[in-house]
């Protein structure tokens, strides 16, 4: 679906309505005082944001705070916007012209919905009858166009892992890089046994466990390949390709939306009002704990001279 047929299936939300879902997100059983859990409030308003005071300890909270939207100064009606554009795995730069915000803005929209997605993904474990397969993302584009660029650091090993029904459905799916610092030097074998370590239930028995040869899908019909091929896919046409460092992040949102599908909207909401923000530092890993040093000119030149 191209960006203007996109554009044309974006709602309007007024804000009452998304306070109204986003209440209902956060507190499902309705509002519990997050100091004592007294379940009544006084609306008040203070610096022209809504507040909610406890009748019982006069603790005040905010709508959006413990939320991902926490801090937040974008609109709600943009957020659940972006909530909406989720389901079609749109880039930051065309959200950003569908619900007219700045790039940053909507690229820190995304990764927020996407650490959403990643509590999501990590409170739901593989269990039942798994297929594995194991692939290396980036090789089959850097063999076609640039053939001497590969090496270990140009590949990232991943594992495409799915609880299958007996007729071969997808009941759960997972697509994970591999955990290890150094992946290059682990045999396949040792790369799908940390994968069902890590992901997957502790009820999982090793004769329930199917590895599918990615090289002619022999001895199972599977449809992890065409799974995998989707999601090379739409990283390639869709961001030109992700490096390592949020691959993990693009490759959830890609189980999220393909397991979901026409239940993502709701399922994203009630992940968003339970899962704690994260900062744009935190994302982007510029957190450091060192200052930057600004050099007197006079000293620099000094410098110079005595180098000379």
């Not at 200052?291 to 001279?305: F, L, P």
């Amino acid at each position: 679906m191209g960006g203007r047929a996109i554009g044309e299936t974006v709602p309007v939300y007024t804000d009452e309505d998304c306070e109204g879902a986003l209440l209902m997100a956060k507190w499902p059983a309705g509002y519990r005082c997050p100091r004592c859990a007294h379940p009544h409030w006084y609306d008040v308003v203070a610096r022209g944001r809504k507040l909610y005071e406890c009748r019982s300890c006069g603790h005040q909270t905010s709508l959006t705070a413990g939320t991902i939207l926490e801090g937040t100064r974008t609109p709600l009606h943009k957020w659940f916007q972006a909530m909406h554009l989720m389901q079609f795995g749109i880039s930051a730069k065309l959200l950003a012209e569908l619900i007219s915000v700045t790039y940053k803005t909507a690229w820190l929209i995304n990764h927020k919905l996407r650490h959403a997605i990643d509590r999501w993904d990590r409170e739901l474990p593989l269990e039942g009858n798994l297929q594995l397969l194991g692939e290396f993302y980036g090789y089959e584009y850097l063999q076609h166009i640039s053939p001497s660029s590969l090496s270990e650091a140009a590949v990232q090993p991943v594992v495409i892992g799915a609880a299958v029904s007996e007729c071969g459905d997808i009941a759960h799916l997972k697509i994970k890089k591999d955990s290890k610092e150094q992946p290059s030097r682990s045999t396949e074998a040792e790369t799908l046994d940390r994968f069902v370590r890590q992901h997957t239930s502790d009820a999982i028995v090793p004769r329930r466990v199917a590895a599918v040869d990615r090289r002619r899908n022999r001895g199972t019909t599977s449809r992890l390949p065409a799974v995998w091929q989707g999601a090379i896919r739409w990283l390639a046409w869709t961001f030109g390709g992700i490096g390592p460092k949020h691959l993990q992040a693009y490759l959830n949102e890609y189980c999220f939306r393909y397991l979901l599908r026409r239940d993502l909207l709701v399922e994203l909401i009630g992940m968003c009002g339970a899962t704690r923000t994260i900062t744009y530092p935190d994302l982007t890993g510029n957190r450091t704990g060192a200052q930057a040093i600004r050099w007197r000119r006079h000293a620099a030149s000094r410098g110079a001279r005595k180098v000379s």
